[in-house]
């Protein structure tokens, strides 16, 4: 037996093809859509201007729909956009590609198509009528009524959340604090010292890494140390008295404020 095997292949219409396969007065529209358009999209320039045009909108319409001007560029172009030259206008005309040929036909002709015979708009009616029974969705009541219940839950939650007090956020009450440090003999090392007093660790205590060693008279040098306190968990005056009077008594001669200021 003889088999014989036949493939099809199917090939997207493109915008100059679905104007093409309309009936009466609109194949002459599709040849006189340049001339309607805003944009020159057969020069590089027109076509750049309408790709940074989209760069801000969804539609030519400026609004949530496409309009007349939408579809009269759109039918104006023979093949789909360069998504590389013209990212912006690929995109948008993607987006209404996904709209029923016979719509976008009747966007058009909303404003620039001429009177037509009533039994071409009889055909065009009846194709629409066809188009609209192709997109019925005998779930959209249930849709709608779902997004309905979400809007209200986000309304709710919206206003739950407005009506509870809003947490002050704490202030932490913080002071920097640079001191000086004097000792007893000229002899004494200054940066053993230091190293020590840094060393020292307590909650609310933060350190300046850096010091200083300032000279007094007679060879005599004292040190500035600097350092950022957290005032309720830290007492200066408890701190210098810890420094002189119990760790380094025999090293340090007293500890006096240089500057204190408030963070």
């Known amino acids: 037996k003889l088999q014989i095997v036949v493939f099809f292949f199917f090939k997207q219409k493109t915008a100059y093809e679905i104007s093409a396969c309309l009936?009466?007065?609109?194949m002459c529209i599709r040849d006189r859509l340049q001339a309607m358009s805003t944009y020159d999209i057969s020069k590089p320039e027109g076509l750049q201007a309408l790709d940074n045009e989209l760069a801000t909108i969804t539609h030519l319409s400026r609004g949530s729909f496409p309009n007349h001007e939408d579809a009269n560029v759109f039918l104006a172009f023979k093949d789909v956009p360069d998504r590389q030259k013209c990212p912006n206008i690929f995109y948008w005309y993607q987006n209404l590609s996904m709209f029923n040929p016979v719509?976008?036909?009747?966007?058009?002709?909303?404003?620039?198509?001429?009177?037509?015979?009533?039994?071409?708009?009889?055909?065009?009616q009846q194709q629409s009528k066809e188009g609209a029974a192709d997109d019925f969705d005998p779930f959209a009541d249930d849709?709608?009524?779902?997004?309905a219940?979400?809007?209200k839950l986000a309304?709710?939650?919206k206003d739950e959340a407005k009506s509870k007090?809003?947490?002050e956020k704490e202030v932490i009450a913080k002071s920097m604090v640079i001191f000086e440090v004097k000792v007893y003999e000229q002899e004494q090392n200054l940066d053993d010292l230091a190293k020590k007093l840094l060393q020292y660790q307590q909650d609310g205590l933060h350190w300046r890494t850096e010091y200083q060693k300032v000279d007094i008279a007679y060879g005599m040098q004292k040190l500035q140390i600097g350092a950022t306190v957290e005032d309720a968990k830290v007492?200066?005056?408890d701190l210098f008295d810890y420094f002189k009077e119990q760790q380094y008594p025999e090293e340090?001669?007293?500890i006096d404020i240089v500057s204190f200021q408030k963070v």
């Open 252 to 254: 340090i001669q007293s």
């Open 103 to 124: 719509v976008i036909q009747a966007w058009a002709n909303k404003t620039h198509s001429p009177a037509q015979q009533p039994e071409q708009q009889q055909s065009l």
């Open 149 to 151: 219940e979400a809007k």
């Open 165 to 167: 007090p809003k947490k």
């Open 23 to 26: 009936v009466g007065s609109e």
């Open 155 to 157: 309304q709710k939650k």
């Open 235 to 237: 007492s200066v005056d």
């Open 143 to 147: 849709n709608e009524e779902d997004e």
